[in-house]
């Protein structure tokens, strides 16, 4: 009503790199005991979630609806569902991106009005939350200097960026090209922000960091290499350690890793205490 009705900040869309724009989303009956993950499955035109809690399963296909109907995702989540519909399909719409301006003038757009993206990653309170603590640091005393707004929108626009990269690395790295919807990530063009974290990867083994990354290198290994990009190299620091070195050593942590799983209590029986 404010940042867009009155103001008229604009917004920039990126659903030509993340094209899904809606979800349908269904709670059913818990099976067994609850894993200790949310797990994302790729569908034909999106992906799943499922979330395990104590007494239900949280359900939902975020798909691109230009590639997949509203019926035929719901039609698609109920045949998936892992246990008995606890609920009707409950619809959302969004469009991935965020407002050209987050702060216009005596107007800070955080949450859902700031922009949105998709739940892969889970961001968005996150996101809230880092809004909210750059607005404190910055909050004015007197009146609105167009300065500390555009430090705060430079700061806000950056992160999104570097989560929407990671977000879309998920994809474009999928190599699936079963459906419309996979062959058509496939043929779109990925930021340059990402494609250079790609190169420098697939060239050095290295994963860039930035301060105030949300997702650091181990996040974006386990994406990269798990969605079977390969490093062509490795950091030149890496020839001091011989073979054998590092084979004990990582024997080592594999024991250490081995011993602290073996102390801890199952998942169930953990959340079973918590709730004591
Ligand atoms: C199924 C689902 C799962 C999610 N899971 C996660 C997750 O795991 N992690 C995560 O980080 N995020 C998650 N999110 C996203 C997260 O919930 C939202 O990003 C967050 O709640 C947005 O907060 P908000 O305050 O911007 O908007 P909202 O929570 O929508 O709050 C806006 C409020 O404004 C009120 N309102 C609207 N219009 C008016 C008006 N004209 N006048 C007065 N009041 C008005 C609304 O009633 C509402 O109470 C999930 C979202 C969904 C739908």
């Not at 797990?39 to 997949?68: C, F, K, M």
């Not at 989560?163 to 779109?188: N, P």
């Not at 650091?216 to 030149?236: D, E, F, I, K, M």
Request: proline fraction near 7%; charge should be neutral.
């Amino acid at each position: 009503m404010l940042i867009e009705g009155a103001l008229k900040s604009g917004y920039v869309d990126w659903r030509h790199w993340l094209p899904c724009d809606s979800a349908v989303a269904m709670p059913s009956e818990r099976q067994g005991d609850p894993p200790p993950f949310t797990r994302s499955t790729a569908r034909e035109a999106g992906w799943q979630w499922r979330i395990p809690l104590q007494h239900r399963d949280g359900n939902g296909y975020v798909y691109s609806s230009a590639h997949l109907g509203h019926d035929d995702a719901v039609a698609n989540l109920t045949e998936r569902l892992p246990g008995k519909a606890l609920a009707d399909p409950n619809r959302l719409r969004f469009v991935a991106g965020h407002r050209r301006v987050i702060w216009n003038r005596n107007c800070v757009a955080i949450g859902l009005a700031g922009g949105f993206l998709e739940p892969l990653e889970s961001t968005s309170i996150h996101l809230i939350q880092t809004a909210i603590i750059r607005l404190l640091a910055l909050l004015p005393r007197d009146g609105f200097d167009p300065g500390v707004a555009a430090r705060f929108n430079r700061e806000t626009i950056n992160e999104v960026e570097r989560i929407r990269d990671f977000v879309i690395a998920h994809y474009a790295l999928a190599g699936r090209d079963d459906t419309d919807f996979w062959r058509d990530i496939a043929a779109a063009p990925i930021p340059d922000s990402l494609a250079e974290r790609i190169a420098v990867f697939r060239a050095t083994g290295n994963i860039l960091f930035e301060p105030g990354d949300l997702f650091g290198p181990t996040n974006w290994y386990c994406v990269l290499a798990g969605q079977g990009a390969r490093a062509l190299s490795w950091h030149p620091i890496a020839d001091g350690l011989a073979p054998e070195e590092l084979a004990r050593r990582l024997a080592t942590l594999r024991g250490r890793v081995a011993e602290q799983l073996a102390e801890l209590p199952p998942h169930t029986a953990y959340l079973a205490s918590l709730a004591r």
